[in-house]
């Protein structure tokens, strides 16, 4: 049987899904799977998905597609409500279902770099990256968590994100990042390199990093927390994980070979850098 998934999103030529899935499916022995990329902004989804036909099993969204896909969805599940954007459509008996693994994987890429309990965590940037990693944080038994971003006032969304999971967010802004209080883990989702600047305040501090950054890797700040001793978890094991998830609900097998989706990564992340 033919099966066909593809990610969805613009810009999309970077994107790392692609090889990841493709491992799966090669080691998992689904012949007849296939996926592809499609550049596609948020006026286009509506129409993608009403062409598609019946061997379509599933699609992977980034931005700017994650809140759009929640109003184009048949069913939506408790998490990607919460969170308020889905990184997954499963397409099954003609219905769209909206799905968010990104929750899943940060918590499985802090979980097997043995952070899967801090006490306390600074999370640097407000978007949706930074609403996720709230809901993480709160799946994962935390409390409460320190939100820091350029303008308080255009983040109440991701502050209200992390509330809907039961986590007290205090909202600062990122001059004050030097200044607050250690956090047992940071986790950093501002693009590019507007995270550098913090890069010796949070070595500092003796903070576990979480950097959902994966290329170019690393970064100054990854640098930096390496150096001071602590441990540092890559943008890319999140993104592994997250992709591991999208394996299973689109194929409905939990055998998914991590090893190899994994090894396929990091070869085509090193043939990206090398070039």
């Known amino acids: 049987m033919t099966s066909r998934a593809a990610v969805l999103g613009s810009p999309i030529a970077h994107s790392l899904s692609p090889v990841l899935h493709r491992a799966a499916y090669a080691a998992m022995g689904l012949d007849g799977w296939s996926y592809d990329a499609f550049e596609c902004g948020e006026d286009g989804l509506a129409g993608f998905l009403d062409g598609l036909g019946p061997e379509w099993a599933g699609l992977s969204l980034t931005m700017p597609l994650k809140r759009v896909a929640l109003k184009l969805?048949?069913?939506?599940?408790?998490?990607a409500a919460g969170v308020g954007g889905a990184n997954?459509?499963?397409?099954?008996?003609?219905?769209?279902?909206?799905?968010?693994?990104?929750?899943?994987?940060?918590?499985?890429?802090?979980?097997?770099?043995?952070?899967?309990?801090?006490?306390?965590?600074?999370?640097?940037?407000?978007?949706?990256?930074?609403?996720?990693?709230?809901?993480?944080?709160?799946?994962?038994?935390?409390?409460?968590?320190?939100?820091?971003?350029?303008?308080?006032?255009?983040?109440?969304?991701?502050?209200?994100?992390?509330?809907?999971?039961?986590?007290?967010?205090?909202?600062?802004?990122?001059?004050?990042?030097?200044?607050?209080?250690?956090?047992?883990?940071?986790?950093?989702?501002?693009?590019?390199?507007?995270?550098?600047?913090?890069?010796?305040?949070?070595a500092a501090s003796g903070a576990a990093l979480f950097d959902v950054v994966y290329a170019p890797w690393p970064t100054p700040l990854a640098e930096a927390a390496t150096a001071a001793g602590a441990t540092v978890v890559g943008g890319f094991a999140m993104l592994l994980h997250q992709?591991?998830?999208?394996?299973?609900?689109?194929?409905?097998?939990?055998?998914?070979?991590?090893?190899?989706?994994?090894?396929?990564?990091?070869?085509e992340l090193a043939r990206r850098a090398g070039g």
């Open 243 to 267: 992709a591991v998830r999208q394996v299973t609900l689109m194929t409905g097998r939990d055998d998914v070979p991590v090893a190899a989706m994994r090894a396929a990564g990091e070869a």
């Open 73 to 79: 969805a048949d069913t939506v599940t408790d998490l």
């Open 88 to 202: 997954t459509l499963v397409l099954r008996d003609g219905r769209r279902h909206a799905d968010n693994t990104d929750v899943y994987g940060i918590e499985a890429a802090l979980t097997e770099a043995g952070v899967a309990a801090p006490a306390s965590a600074l999370v640097l940037g407000g978007g949706a990256t930074a609403a996720s990693a709230l809901a993480a944080l709160a799946r994962m038994g935390l409390t409460g968590a320190t939100l820091a971003v350029r303008s308080p006032e255009r983040t109440a969304d991701t502050a209200a994100v992390g509330e809907r999971f039961g986590l007290a967010v205090r909202v600062e802004t990122l001059d004050r990042v030097p200044e607050l209080p250690p956090s047992a883990l940071v986790v950093n989702t501002l693009p590019g390199a507007a995270a550098d600047a913090f890069a010796e305040p949070v």
